[in-house]
């Protein structure tokens, strides 16, 4: 280890003129600072060295090399798709050069076709950057990015799907440490797990195996925010698995079935409690509870915990989840998808402040997240 000593001795060693090493130069004052602040920074990497090395605490390029160790990559972004109805003049070719833009966004065509009679053809764009930002909504109104001849107008027909953000640490670190704990070899559930989970734009994968007879496994993915895959997707995690699988497996691969979660609530608040706040603060936290990896089950009881940690919440009355008041328990094909924000409307309800606190019903509809099991059962 090298002390601010060696490292002053080190840059003296190199001066030429013995006047230059007088203790109290200007020269000296400068080495002496630099050598402090070099013992310092060295002091500090072999400080952080130990929570660089490991999953549980690594961060950014270190995580990257801990997950290079167990010959684990991080998923890269991917680009969404989307499909888009061009309009223009008949016999009008729509083609791989055409480009349409969205605020910043760049989407280029993935097919060339003719506009038929009926004024418009549906063609498939992708976006030039990589990420969730090309998941455009339904209806999004493209411009034409250049001039051409005979094309009116673009607009999406459909959601943009498949657009994915590289993977984040904590997605990273989980299944780092799901190989390290999970004993996954010679084609076991936890192997088909690892390998679907590969492929950049998977987030989670479920397996089921022998679910048509000795042999067979079924693999069902889920993208990160929760859409269904697109058949690009499937048919690329479908080709990797090909390559890795033990001879004579036969595997299916195909979207994750997604369970909606519903909850209405009645709860009093206190006079720093508001119907909006409730519902944001709400809906943040059991997205992060939804997210919990490995999660199976939604707990009655857990509903009521959230609710009671949201700011202004004084009590809850009482709820529901799914209509009922029981826990919500995954099949080995399901998963909760990702809560969807939506408005939420509260008719005939009026209330001053000086009429505080006061009970307020809150029907929180949510759409599901994801939620493997973990077990590594054989194939």
């Known amino acids: 280890m090298s002390s601010k000593d060696d490292y002053v001795a080190a840059m ?6 013995e006047e230059n090493k007088m203790e109290g130069t200007f020269g000296q004052d400068i080495i002496n600072s630099v050598g402090y602040e070099m013992a ?22 270190d995580l990257d090399l801990v997950g290079a160790d167990a010959q684990l990559p991080r998923k890269e972004a991917t680009k969404a798709q989307v499909l888009v109805r061009i309009s223009g003049l008949e016999d009008q070719v729509v083609s791989k050069s055409i480009k349409i833009s969205y605020g910043d966004l760049i989407f280029t065509s993935l097919e060339t076709k003719s506009i038929p009679a009926a004024g418009y053809v549906d063609v498939y764009f992708e976006c030039d950057t990589a990420g969730t930002v ?19 107008s ?3 027909v459909s959601k943009g799907v498949g657009g994915s953000d590289r993977e984040d640490d904590e997605s990273y670190r989980q299944r780092i440490l799901y190989k390290l704990q999970i004993e996954a070899s010679s084609g076991n559930a936890a192997h088909y797990k690892l390998w679907a989970e590969s492929v950049d734009g998977v987030a989670t994968a479920l397996i089921v195996p022998l679910w048509n007879g000795n042999g067979t496994v079924k693999v069902l993915i889920s993208t990160p925010d929760k859409s269904n895959p697109t058949q690009a997707l499937i048919d690329e995690v479908a080709a990797y698995i090909e390559t890795q699988k033990p001879i004579g497996a036969t595997v299916t691969v195909d979207a994750i079935d997604y369970v909606n979660i519903n909850v209405n609530a009645v709860v009093t608040l206190s006079d720093v409690g508001s119907i909006s706040n409730v519902t944001e603060e709400f809906n943040a936290a059991l ?9 199976t089950t939604v707990s009655y ?3 009521a915990d959230l609710l009671l940690q949201c700011t202004g919440v004084l009590d809850v009355q ?6 009922g008041i029981q826990s919500i328990t995954l099949t080995s094909t399901q998963s909760f998808s990702l809560i969807i924000l939506i408005e939420i409307n509260f008719p005939n309800f009026s209330i001053k402040k000086s009429e505080l606190p006061k009970q307020i019903k809150l029907p929180f509809e949510i759409i599901p997240i994801l939620f493997p099991k973990t077990e590594a059962s054989s194939i």
């Open 287 to 295: 997205a992060q509870y939804l997210s919990t990896y490995g999660l």
């Open 301 to 303: 009881l857990r509903i």
């Open 134 to 152: 090309g998941n455009v909504a339904v209806d999004t109104v493209f411009n034409f990015a250049g001039s051409y001849y005979g094309l009116t």
């Open 40 to 61: 310092v920074q060295k002091d500090t990497q072999i400080d952080t060295l130990i929570d660089r090395a490991f999953a549980t605490t690594a961060e950014g390029p």
């Open 12 to 17: 003296n060693a190199e001066l030429k003129l």
């Open 154 to 156: 673009a607009v999406a």
């Open 318 to 323: 009482s709820y529901t989840l799914n209509g």
